[in-house]
């Protein structure tokens, strides 16, 4: 898949039917990651973001468990993609530091570090980026997933890309069918 000529920025959906499917989608994605790129996971609680995030950690070959970093904001690992490449791992939750998140009015975003978690040198795994995209931390380039209910056991994921993260878009469509 490539951009297209005017600018649309290219998506795909795929529907998953297990919450095991979406951690395997996540898994395709975490083998094509680098160093540099951002993965914006937008949806409600249950969506299924942590879900398919672990199947990223486990892409990059992370073992043992990849807890929820809603409490700690952002969770730090050693990866290694498919190509055999390290990639430093970054995998956040900003819901405490969104307005109305429960969190510490709003929370401190600053303090979080996203400009080095979006500097090129980590692959950042984002829950909750709404607010911190808002607060004007907007990555150079990103794939964008968006996640929704679809049923008990269903889940919808749309991907976008924004700027080179094209080629992760590429890394899933090769494999969608297998899903
Ligand atoms: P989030 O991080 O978006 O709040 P989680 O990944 O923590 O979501 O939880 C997703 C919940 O939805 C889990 O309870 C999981 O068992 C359930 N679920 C049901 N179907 C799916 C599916 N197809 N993919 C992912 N999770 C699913
Ligand atoms: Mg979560």
């Known amino acids: 898949m490539r951009p297209v000529a005017d600018g649309t920025t290219p998506a795909i959906t795929v529907r998953t039917l297990a919450p095991a499917e979406t951690v395997r989608l996540?898994?395709?994605l975490g083998h094509a990651l680098r160093a540099g790129d951002v993965v914006?996971?937008?949806?409600d609680l249950g969506a299924g973001k942590t879900h398919f995030a672990r199947g990223i950690a486990a892409g990059l070959g992370i073992a043992g468990p990849v807890p929820s970093p809603t409490f700690t904001l952002a969770n730090e690992y050693h990866g290694t993609n498919a190509a055999g490449?390290?990639?430093?791992l970054a995998h956040l939750?900003?819901?405490r530091l969104m307005d109305g998140g429960g969190g510490e009015s709003g929370g401190d975003l600053d303090s979080v570090g996203l400009p080095d978690y979006f500097g090129g040198e980590w692959a950042?795994?984002?829950e909750w980026p709404e607010g911190a995209m808002l607060a004007g931390f907007v990555p150079p380039s990103y794939l964008d997933v968006a996640l929704a209910d679809a049923g008990e056991t269903e889940r919808q994921?749309?991907?976008t890309a924004h700027g080179v993260a094209v080629r992760l878009l590429d890394a899933l469509t090769g494999e969608v069918g297998e899903v």
């Open 93 to 95: 939750d900003l819901y």
């Open 40 to 43: 914006l996971l937008r949806g």
């Open 124 to 126: 950042a795994v984002v």
């Open 85 to 88: 490449e390290a990639v430093p």
């Open 26 to 28: 996540g898994e395709r």
């Open 157 to 159: 994921l749309t991907f």
